[in-house]
């Protein structure tokens, strides 16, 4: 009997949810963050100018290349070892740094769940061996400041849609790093350099997905993969929305 009430009540809770959210969105209708056009956050014209990441790319960084090679140039100059491979959802073309701009730094962190789309929808593409998804974490005071991580956020969608698990808090960023943004490779790299810890117990000995929302050197990734191998992890493969070309 008791857990016929519970599942009524979870039925019930969620149906509230349903009409509440209905009644929101018919009296503040979603705009499309890029366009402004009312209907939806990210709406149909300015998802059909999302340009995909497809090969030809460099099997390690995930560059778009002019044909099929194993390392690109990119690569053999600044390796992003320890990583196995990253690879990117879309490339970092209008109408995504306006929305990833929108996401991040004018709250629209309402953003993070059609974004996530479409890292699912490119995810048959690139798909990764692995037993768990985390997102490139900010700094405390950073992300108290901003109210929420838009890399946790993308992960939380990502892996409720394609039913994946997700570790929050087992990287930590320790350093109050300056953003990348503005920063040349090798400054980007130094930038970086022991910024993140990781929580051995939870990862050694698994193949883990590491999540940001923009990959443009991959020394962000490479720094935070390097903490989780050194606490005990077997691989690291890197996954972005946005793959910079």
């Known amino acids: 009997m008791a857990d016929h009430i519970q599942s009524s009540g979870v039925s019930w809770q969620s149906h509230v949810k349903r009409l509440t959210s209905s009644f929101i969105n018919f009296v503040f ?36 290349v002019t ?3 194993s390392r690109c140039p ?8 320890p990583l196995q491979q990253v690879r990117g959802a879309t490339l970092f073309t209008e109408p995504i740094p306006d929305m990833i701009h929108q996401m991040k730094y004018n709250s629209c ?14 995810w048959p593409r690139w798909q990764m061996p692995v037993n768990f998804v985390i997102g490139v974490p900010l700094h405390p005071d950073r ?7 838009q890399s946790d956020l993308l992960v939380h969608y990502f892996c409720k849609r394609l039913n994946l698990a997700e570790k929050p808090g087992v990287l930590r ?13 090798i400054e980007r790299q130094r930038n970086v350099v022991h910024a993140f810890q990781a929580d ?11 999540v940001d929302d923009v990959c443009t050197t991959g020394n962000t990734l490479k720094a935070a993969a390097q903490a989780l191998l050194v606490a005990g992890a077997n691989s690291v493969f890197g996954y972005c ?3 910079a070309v």
Do not use: I
Request: charged share 20%.
């Open 74 to 81: 990119a690569c053999l100059r600044h390796p992003l070892f």
């Open 29 to 64: 209708p979603p705009v499309c963050a890029h366009c402004k056009k009312p209907g939806a956050m990210l709406c149909a014209e300015c998802l059909a100018k999302v340009s995909w990441l497809v090969e030809p790319v460099c099997s390690h960084c995930g560059r778009v």
């Open 173 to 185: 960023r320790v350093r109050n790093t300056p953003p990348q943004v503005g920063l040349n490779a």
């Open 143 to 149: 992300e108290k400041k901003r109210g929420y991580n």
């Open 200 to 210: 051995d117990t939870s990862v050694a000995g698994k193949d883990v997905l590491l």
């Open 241 to 243: 929305l946005a793959r």
């Open 67 to 69: 044909h099929p090679m």
């Open 109 to 122: 962190f309402a953003l993070a769940e059609p974004l996530a789309g479409l890292m699912v929808e490119a």
